[in-house]
């Protein structure tokens, strides 16, 4: 499974646009990006999953260079609401094999 | 419709003692993943069942067992606890189907906080 890299933490304010990068620098050609979500005591929350190019939801943008090494996950106007642990996971889409491979995550703090 | 719900909610344990931990997936799901979260880290896999079978496990000791039943609801037993073993434990549910692209989109549940003294 693809190693990822990824800040430890990061500060904003509300209303800014956040951006946290992932790199993934041994990618395979049939891994998934995918990004997940998590507040304190609680399960993580699937936020948004791509391969390549870009990829939008109502939550989230997620922005995947041609050569796949990193990704950036974009979150627009963010709230106090968003303070959490953000995760990004690299795993292979043949198989059976969706277990989640989790790394330390980036804390987000957003600030009034 | 319910989500993933686990129980207990919290729970106290003695080193050397047996727990087991239960996990109900949201309703149309078929696969139960757990994970252990523990304290600062992010979650790490420690198996998955699908047709009542374990399909995947990560590197977690043969202590750690579980079951699935037919109504696709989970248990995790820990045996022979250990301090370490004092953490979060995520059940996550998902529904396979070999006609749908991969997804590693995962329902969590709200976890059970797991102390061992």
């Known amino acids: 499974l693809a190693k990822t890299t990824q800040p430890i933490s990061m500060d904003s304010y509300e209303g800014q646009e956040v951006n946290i990068t992932c790199s993934h620098n041994?990618?395979?050609?049939?891994?998934?990006i995918t990004w997940y979500q998590q507040f304190p005591s609680q399960g993580p929350r699937f936020i948004i999953q791509?391969?390549?190019t870009k990829v939008t939801n109502e939550v989230a943008s997620l922005f995947i260079p041609a050569d796949r090494k990193s990704s950036t996950l974009s979150l627009p106007r963010v709230s106090l609401s968003d303070t959490a642990v953000y995760y990004c996971?690299?795993?292979?889409?043949?198989?059976?094999?969706?277990?989640?491979?989790f790394g330390s995550g980036t804390q987000l703090t957003v600030l009034p | 419709d319910a989500g993933v719900t686990q129980s207990p909610t919290h729970l106290i344990k003695t080193r050397g003692q047996q727990v087991t931990l239960r996990c109900s997936p949201k309703?149309?799901?078929?696969?139960v993943s757990w994970y252990q979260q523990a304290l600062g880290q992010g979650p790490q896999f420690i198996f998955q069942?699908?047709?009542?079978?374990?399909?995947q496990r990560g590197n977690f000791p043969d202590r750690f067992s579980g079951h699935q039943f037919p109504n696709y609801s989970s248990e995790l037993n820990v045996n022979a606890l250990l301090l370490g073993d004092s953490a979060l434990y995520l059940c996550?549910?998902?529904?396979?189907?070999?006609?749908?692209?991969?997804?590693?989109?995962?329902?969590f549940g709200p976890g059970t906080r797991l102390t061992v003294t």
């Open positions: 996971l690299v795993g292979p889409n043949s198989g059976s094999a969706r277990q989640l491979t």
């Open positions: 041994n990618i395979a050609t049939n891994d998934y």
């Open positions: 309703s149309g799901h078929d696969t």
């Open positions: 791509g391969y390549k």
């Open positions: 069942y699908y047709e009542e079978e374990e399909r």
């Open positions: 996550a549910s998902s529904f396979r189907d070999s006609r749908l692209p991969i997804s590693y989109e995962q329902y």
